[in-house]
């Protein structure tokens, strides 16, 4: 199983980034998927999580109002788009699997490699 998360990248404040990661090796569309984010020299944080069926999504207090998750389960893939882009959004930004629906790193079932985000002031 591999999760690919691509579309990171560096963007003013106020801007706006689409991240997406695929699944390979396995189908997913029954379980949800999450985003989580690193900021440096902290710890993994959730950012967001959406049900297999696209029926709910959750979000972290600090993205709500600006990011939007979505996911295609014919393609196997999750998006996360980014609006209004702050500095503090810095971070290296991961998509993962679990077989629950929770907001704690160590419930993870797969991780993707990460790709970057750098929110410039």
């Known amino acids: 199983v591999q999760l690919q998360a691509s579309g990171g990248g560096l963007v003013q404040a106020g801007g706006c980034l689409r991240l997406s990661c695929a699944a390979s090796g396995r189908t997913f569309s029954s379980y949800p998927m999450y985003w989580f984010r690193q900021a440096p020299g902290k710890e993994r944080e959730f950012v967001a999580k959406?049900?297999?069926?696209?029926?709910?999504?959750d979000y972290a207090d600090s993205v709500k109002g600006r990011f939007t998750i979505s996911r295609d389960n014919a393609k196997n893939t999750v998006y996360l788009q980014m609006n209004s882009l702050k500095p503090e959004d810095t971070a290296v930004y991961y998509c993962?699997?679990?077989?629950?629906?929770?907001?704690?790193?160590?419930?993870?079932?797969?991780w993707g490699k990460g790709t970057l985000v750098t929110v410039s002031s």
């Open positions: 959406i049900a297999g069926g696209s029926s709910s999504t």
């Open positions: 993962a699997v679990a077989s629950r629906w929770t907001t704690t790193t160590r419930n993870m079932d797969y």
